[in-house]
């Protein structure tokens, strides 16, 4: 079974620059979390999705970060302007169903690195 | 607001030591907490303690939950270098359709030979 697919693995930009990453999630799976975890810290959710539909963006920062899961499949997270302290792993993570824990898978994240 | 609070925050031992990690949590309507592995990449899941679960082991690795006191420990015997990692505790949340995990900060276990 494929598991969750990120991309890019790496990034390094300016700050005011933007960048863009991509999920793809396990097929079939309809939730959908994207989490930040900056170095020395763990993770913290950004956006969970159910579906295409957003549940929680309740520690998005709105005015730079921007999330969308359109056809209810794959998601793409972007920052724009970057800061320095976006530097960090952006996490995606899929669940079949968001109840059972147990059941999250990662994909192996997206490291940025914000000059 | 929930905490996840993990200790030591890192941890220096040689291979064949015992070691204990410890997880804290203030969480409202309990279920279970969780145990992760992250090396250089994903989190992957190591354990689930619940209401009803108390203790699990898996081979070298063990893991208890005091409901009473609200903390869980991860022990690690006989410890090898493959043991490196940072190792995550959290608890789900659960609100409505909300539900979502709070992750502590980890502790970052180096393993020497």
């Known amino acids: 079974e494929a598991g969750v697919a990120q991309s890019p693995r790496y990034k390094i930009i300016e700050k005011r620059q933007s960048v863009a990453f991509w999920c793809n999630p396990i097929?079939?799976?309809?939730?959908l979390y994207w989490y930040q975890q900056i170095l020395g810290q763990g993770p913290k959710l950004l956006i969970q999705?159910?579906?295409?539909?957003?549940?929680?963006d309740s520690q998005l920062p709105k005015d730079r970060f921007s999330a969308e899961r359109l056809k209810g499949v794959d998601s793409t997270l972007k920052i724009q302007p970057a800061k320095l302290e976006d530097s960090a792993v952006y996490l995606c993570?899929?669940?079949?169903?968001?109840?059972?824990?147990?059941?999250?898978?990662f994909g192996e994240g997206s490291r940025l690195t914000v000059l | 607001e929930d905490k996840v609070v993990q200790s030591p925050l890192s941890l220096v031992v040689h291979e064949g030591d015992t070691v204990t990690l410890n997880c804290s949590y203030e969480?409202?309507?309990?279920?279970?907490l969780l145990w992760y592995k992250q090396e250089k990449k994903a989190p992957t899941f190591l354990f689930m303690l619940?209401?009803?679960?108390i203790e699990k082991k898996s081979g070298r690795l063990s893991s208890i939950l005091d409901k009473k006191e609200l903390f869980s420990i991860l022990n690690i015997t006989a410890t090898q270098t493959g043991d490196s990692a940072v190792y995550l505790c959290?608890?789900?949340?659960?609100?409505?359709?909300?539900?979502?995990?709070?992750f502590g900060k980890g502790t970052l276990l180096t393993v020497n030979p």
């Open positions: 999705f159910q579906n295409n539909g957003v549940v929680d």
């Open positions: 619940t209401s009803s679960g």
């Open positions: 993570a899929s669940s079949l169903d968001p109840r059972l824990a147990r059941e999250l898978f």
């Open positions: 959290a608890v789900p949340y659960s609100g409505g359709s909300n539900y979502k995990l709070t």
């Open positions: 969480v409202t309507n309990f279920r279970s």
């Open positions: 097929s079939g799976h309809a939730t």
